[in-house]
Structures are given as C-alpha cells and as structure tokens.
C-alpha cells in the first residue's frame, strides 16, 4: 500500500508562487508515474500536472501550461508541482497521485491512477 502527503499549500496573493510537495511512503516513487489535480469548490477534480516515471516527460493542462512546472526527487521518494504566476482562478484542493504501473507515462486521467494524497489547499487572492 502507498501513502502519499501533500505539503505546500496556503494562501498567496495573485502572481504569487508556491511550491507543493508530494511525500510517498510505503513504497518507493521511483519507476511510476504520478500526477497532480485539484478539485475547486463546486467543480469536477480535472488534471493538472503529470511526471513519467523517471521525469524525462511530462504533461500540463494548457491552463497551467507556462506557469507550473512538475518534478522529481526519486531519491527522496518525492515528486514537486512548482506554481508560478498564480491565478485566483487556480484556488482549489490540490491531489498528487501515482499507479502501479512500472516504468509508466505521464498520464493525465484519473482512472490511471490508484493512490491519492489527502490533497492540500491552495488559496490565492485578488
């Protein structure tokens, strides 16, 4: 079983930066995927942010696209989405997330994943 913890979250004035953390236990990060969605009040969670599983590739909603940059420290079994230029429309609940499959692509729906974090809030004011 894979425990995940998100870190980071708070609140920042728009044009802001944040960098949230993502902390796997139980078993290593290292050869899978992982992604990061976020889910705003009201709204269906959508994708966000995806790494393959060495960090050679990754994958970005166009809305994010520019301003977020996903990565990865297998070493210390983490995987990091950096939030520049920070939107009040980017305020939300933000989930990291990884599967089982080995030496996976990023991917960027929901069903490829199998572990979830508790998520984390992001805020970001006006």
């Known amino acids: 079983q894979v425990q995940l913890v998100e870190s980071g979250g708070g609140l920042v004035q728009a044009g802001g930066s944040l960098r949230l953390s993502c902390a796997a236990s139980?078993?290593?990060?290292?050869?899978?995927?992982a992604g990061w969605f976020r889910q705003a009040p009201g709204k269906e969670r959508e994708f966000v942010a995806a790494?393959?599983?060495?960090?050679?590739?990754?994958y970005y909603a166009d809305s994010v696209k520019g301003r977020f940059t996903v990565s990865r420290d297998n070493a210390k079994n983490t995987v990091y989405l950096q939030m520049n230029s920070l939107k009040p429309e980017d305020t939300a609940v933000y989930y990291c997330a990884t599967n089982t499959v080995r030496f996976g692509a990023a991917a960027n729906r929901e069903y490829e994943y199998h572990y979830w974090g508790q998520g984390t809030q992001v805020t970001v004011s006006s």
């Open positions: 139980g078993r290593t990060f290292s050869g899978y995927a």
């Open positions: 790494i393959n599983w060495s960090g050679s590739s990754t």
